[in-house]
């Protein structure tokens, strides 16, 4: 079973930058989906962006063309790049992979001026 470490949330302005970085304790190379996933207060979490082992990106309309998923198999690490944020990106960010335990504990990303 592997295990899955968010890092890099924190306290941003709006239109800044944050990058979040998924640590996972086992090699990923042979995980075949991983992604980012978010829970705003009273919402359900939901997707943000998905990334199989092969490429082909997805991602949520909400933050198509601000975010950048990326997977390094070599550093075991999951990236979500996000420039320009907003308010309403406030959330938990939780990590996903399609191995259990599935999620990671989640880091706390807040867009606030």
């Known amino acids: 079973q592997v295990q899955l470490a968010e890092s890099g949330g924190g306290l941003v302005q709006p239109g800044g930058s944050l990058r979040l970085s998924c640590v996972v304790s086992?090699?990923?190379?042979?995980?075949?989906?991983m992604g980012w996933f978010r829970q705003a207060s009273e919402k359900q979490r939901e997707p943000v962006a998905l990334i199989p082992g092969d490429g082909g990106a997805r991602y949520a309309e909400s933050v198509k063309g601000r975010f950048t998923i990326s997977r390094d198999n070599v550093k075991n690490t999951m990236y979500l790049q996000m420039n320009n944020l907003e308010p309403d990106d406030t959330a938990v960010y939780y990590c996903?992979?399609?191995?259990?335990?599935?999620w990671g504990p989640g880091t706390q990303v807040t867009v606030s001026s």
């Open positions: 996903y992979a399609s191995v259990e335990p599935f």
């Open positions: 086992g090699s990923i190379s042979s995980i075949d989906v």
